[in-house]
């Protein structure tokens, strides 16, 4: 299983920025996708989930109506919409599968059996 996350960049307070996961190696239909991050000295952190069939989309508190998550099955990707940054956003993001509930995902990375390498956003104030 692979995957790859790109789309991280340098932007200032406000900017927007799309994160895309291209996966591959397996069939994805069972599997919850999500993003999660880590900043500098910090644990990593729920971002977003939905489920790779379609469905509901789930996210963290501070990032709640500023990020987006989708997903282009024919393509095999999912995105992450982020609008509005905050030079609190600032983290590696990383892409993430698994297999177990939506909540198991929210409550802990330990729930994701699958990680992509990460990608950093910066976001400048």
Not at 31 to 51: I, L, Y
Not at 65 to 92: C, H, W, Y
């Amino acid at each position: 299983v692979q995957l790859q996350a790109s789309g991280g960049g340098v932007v200032q307070t406000g900017d927007s920025l799309r994160l895309s996961c291209a996966a591959s190696g397996r069939t994805f239909s069972s599997f919850r996708m999500g993003w999660f991050r880590q900043a500098p000295g910090k644990e990593r952190e729920f971002v977003a989930v939905k489920r790779w069939s379609g469905g509901s989309t789930y996210y963290s508190d501070s990032v709640k109506g500023r990020f987006t998550i989708s997903g282009d099955n024919a393509k095999n990707t999912v995105f992450l919409q982020m609008n509005n940054l905050k030079p609190e956003d600032t983290a590696v993001y990383y892409c993430a599968a698994g297999e177990r509930t939506i909540l198991s995902m929210m409550r802990s990375s330990d729930a994701v059996d699958y990680w992509g390498k990460g990608t950093q956003v910066t976001v400048s104030s």
